[in-house]
């Protein structure tokens, strides 16, 4: 099992409250969503009201796949122009099951 996560951070020019920020951070999470099969969450900066912290993660089994996928994402995320993009990083995980720590019943 291969687990891609991406952590992308905004900056909100113009922004003055926190209901916009939820409002741009709705629109986001719905509209990929809705598009991909992939889970989000806010991530960090709840409390600032012109930085959006967001994280993504998709599951499965091949690697090139979900690397394209992350992409396709991103590439999303920036032809929204909802909030410029300051920074991103996507990572690749293998789970294997000796990586297991606890196993869950």
Known sequence: MIVACCSIRFHLHGNRTLKEKRR???AIRDRLKNKFN???AEVADQDLWQSL???FAAVGSDSRY???LMEQ???AIE????A???DHEVRLVRLTDSDRETKLS
């Open 66 to 68: 979900l690397e394209g």
């Open 38 to 40: 992939i889970s989000i």
């Open 73 to 75: 994402v991103l590439r």
């Open 84 to 86: 410029e993009v300051v």
């Open 24 to 26: 741009i951070a709705n």
């Open 53 to 55: 912290h967001l994280g």
């Open 79 to 82: 032809r929204m122009n909802l």
